[in-house]
């Protein structure tokens, strides 16, 4: 049985394959921009969507204009709420690369630690 998924996912499937399997990354922290971007686009587009159709934002903010600019602050706040930690470890795998080569796994173990959250790193066996 062959399961069909919608062209975007398919396609999205197969670069995601070919780029792990290449090692198609051109800079440190690309994927983890890759991620952030995807992680923050469907927050934002949800909270927009769910916030315009609510009768009680239109009750409450009779103005389209206050009404669009305090639903798309909101959006953006979840948005960013979302998406800061991974931005957080792209900033500084990139930050590192220029002297180590770390993982993703070792970064985040990093940050971790250097915020004071070693017990963290400890209980899923990192070596920080």
């Known amino acids: 049985m062959h399961i069909r998924l919608s062209s975007n996912l398919y396609d999205l499937c197969i670069v995601s394959y070919r780029i792990i399997s290449y090692h198609i990354i051109s800079y440190p922290g690309a994927f983890a921009s890759a991620v952030s971007a995807i992680v923050s686009h469907y927050p934002w587009f949800y909270t927009y969507k769910v916030l315009s159709r609510s009768k009680l934002l239109h009750n409450l903010i009779s103005s389209n204009h ?26 500084t795998k990139q930050a590192i690369a220029s002297k180590h080569t770390v993982s993703y796994w070792e970064v985040i173990c990093m940050i971790l630690a250097a915020d004071g959250w070693k017990v963290s790193c400890q209980l899923v066996n990192c070596h920080c």
């Open 66 to 91: 206050l009404r669009n600019a305090s639903v798309g602050f909101v959006a953006s706040v979840v948005s960013d709420t979302f998406a800061n930690g991974i931005r957080v470890v792209k900033i």
